[in-house]
């Protein structure tokens, strides 16, 4: 009996460790199946990456073509600012989403290759023609010379526009490096030549893109003094009855100078309802953006001089003064006409 048992135990012992030898082979199977399986998925995602880059470069680079001929051959300055604002949101650093490859690295890489094309796309609007051998007038432009001057006009007007797909993915993933509009980076970097200039910094603090902008440094301060006057005309048309009209037409029909007399003119702001006030508000602050930046480091502010005389031409205090006392007149408003006049005081005082 003895012996039987024995022998059971022995043959169950034996079983066992073929079991167990079963089971380590097994184990070793999925280990290799499982990273046959991770190797696949790495793959896949490295080609997902790749794809979307390929991708998302193609589409942006179709889309600024696509707008910057759209913008030359609109019409009314107004299409023509609307399709400015689709170039500008269509260069790719605004479209990063800092997944995989989207390092700051390759970030300052895609800001490098965007204002290296800004510019030239500039100068090709410009009929060939860097911007800053001269800056029209923007109310008395001849007509062989309107189209050009109009699509430049607009792409300084739309500087500050910035893709919302850039603000709603990029929030707090990559601090420091979220895309900004045109206009801040050239306002941070021409800031930062001014620091070089003075011997404060050192050439080699500069990145790649801000060696771009210093390239064409006369480029960028021109198109300061296009955004300012625009900005301006948009506020004159807008409350005023000179140049109440698209601006594309009254630039159409100007011709020769503006004679150096011009009638006073009533305002209108007072007339308009708080929303078109609150408009013309944001406008000037676009204005004090740029002027305020100019300012700030020692940049001459010079606002076209057919600009100043049309500012200088409109009657204002008076209006409202007269408007402010009226029973009808509401506390916004009045809060609202105030403003008015104390950024057209701030705007003239430039001209003294």
Request: charged share 25%.
């Amino acid at each position: 009996m003895l012996r039987l048992i024995c022998l059971l135990m022995l043959s169950l012992s034996m079983g066992a460790c073929g079991a167990i030898s079963d089971m380590k082979k097994n184990a070793k199977s999925a280990s290799k199946n499982s990273d046959r399986a991770a190797d696949a998925a790495e793959a896949s995602r490295e080609e997902i990456a790749n794809s979307r880059l390929l991708s998302r470069s193609a589409s942006a680079s179709k889309s600024r073509r696509d707008a910057l001929a759209a913008l030359i051959a609109a019409q009314s300055f107004e299409l023509k600012v609307t399709e400015a604002a689709k170039f500008l949101k269509a260069f790719e650093y605004q479209l990063v989403t800092w997944q995989r490859y989207d390092t700051p690295e390759y970030y300052q890489e895609l800001l490098t290759e965007g204002f290296n094309e800004f510019f030239r796309s500039l100068k090709e609007v410009n009929n060939d023609t860097l911007i800053s051998s001269d800056v029209p007038s923007p109310i008395s432009v001849s007509s062989d010379n309107r189209q050009t001057a109009l699509s430049v006009y607009a792409i300084a007007a739309a500087l500050h526009e910035s893709h919302i797909y850039s603000k709603a993915s990029t929030a707090g993933k990559s601090p420091g490096n979220n895309p900004q509009s045109i206009l801040n980076l050239i306002f941070k970097t021409l800031k930062k030549i001014n620091s070089f200039e003075d011997g404060n910094i050192e050439y080699s603090s500069f990145k790649s893109y801000e060696k771009v902008i210093y390239q064409n440094k006369d480029e960028a301060l021109a198109l300061l003094n296009y955004r300012l006057d625009m900005l301006l005309l948009i506020v004159l048309r807008k409350s005023t009855t000179s140049l109440n009209q698209s601006v594309g037409n009254k630039i159409r029909i100007a011709k020769g100078k503006i004679s150096k007399k011009l009638s006073k003119l009533p305002t209108l702001f007072t007339s308009l309802n708080y929303a078109q006030k609150a408009y013309i508000l944001a406008v000037f602050k676009r204005i004090n953006e740029v002027t305020s930046f100019q300012e700030a480091n020692g940049i001459d502010i010079n606002i076209h001089s057919d600009v100043i005389l049309h500012l200088k031409s409109i009657s204002y205090k008076s209006i409202v003064e007269v408007q402010n006392k009226s029973s009808d007149t509401t506390q916004k408003d009045i809060v609202a006409n105030e403003e008015f006049v104390q950024q057209m005081d701030n705007i003239l005082s430039f001209s003294n």
